[in-house]
């Protein structure tokens, strides 16, 4: 079993919908989380930071950690062409331990 | 915004040869990091650094990599004998460590040929 795992899509959207990410983890140590944008051969961009369970919101996005259940979320409103990227997540299990990654979900947003 | 600074953006080498990968990271942050993105696979661990020593490596970080904090701004990797597989690429992180996320640069494509 992967430690983190993320669907690959491509998932397309329209311009305006909501967009809906998610990974699950097997190792219950991780308690942060965190969901970074990367284009194509770039860096990738950190867009949320999540200590623990919760809900976190930030413009645009929100973030969902359910760590009864391994699972992390994260929602795109109102999506954008400029939206049209790989999403990453990534989890540590203390602060500043190494970071590991899901394979990321690209994203396709269609004007 | 501060940034994690990353140079070259990209370097051709030939196998066998040494390569240093140089990153600035943000200058109050404590744990600094490599990684590497294969193309079309995700971003693996190779090392993180703090108070002036190695604190985890992976695997993949065997002893033809090493790193280093010549002065108080500057992280360098280094690969002392490339090989065709080292291609990939390869980004610097940075953070605080008990609040924000991780920083990373916009990353180093090396090709080795």
């Known amino acids: 079993q992967k430690e983190v795992e993320q669907d690959p899509g491509p998932l397309s959207v329209p311009e305006g919908a909501i967009v809906s990410l998610n990974c699950t983890y097997s190792n219950s140590a991780f308690q942060y989380f965190m969901w970074y944008r990367q284009y194509s051969r770039k860096g990738p961009e950190l867009l949320m930071y999540?200590?623990?369970?919760g809900n976190k919101e930030d413009g645009r996005f929100t973030a969902q950690v359910d760590k009864s259940s391994k699972y992390i979320s994260l929602f795109i409103r109102d999506s954008q062409p400029s939206d049209s990227a790989t999403y990453l997540c990534?989890?540590?299990?203390?602060?500043?331990?190494?970071?590991?990654f899901g394979g990321g979900t690209r994203v396709l947003v269609k004007p | 915004e501060p940034e994690v600074t990353q140079t070259p953006s990209h370097q051709v080498t030939q196998m066998g040869q040494e390569v240093i990968l140089r990153c600035v990271p943000i200058s109050n942050h404590l744990y600094f990091y490599w990684y590497r993105q294969i193309l079309g696979q995700k971003v693996e661990f190779l090392v993180s650094f703090y108070n002036n020593e190695i604190s985890e490596k992976s695997e993949i970080f065997d002893d033809q990599f090493s790193v280093e904090r010549p002065d108080g701004s500057n992280f360098t990797l280094k690969i002392r004998s490339t090989k065709l597989e080292d291609s990939a690429m390869y980004f610097c992180?940075?953070?605080?460590?008990?609040?924000?996320?991780?920083?990373f640069g916009s990353g180093t494509r090396l090709t080795v040929v």
């Open positions: 990534a989890m540590s299990g203390a602060a500043g331990n190494k970071l590991t």
């Open positions: 999540t200590y623990s369970s």
């Open positions: 992180a940075s953070t605080f460590g008990y609040r924000g996320g991780y920083t």
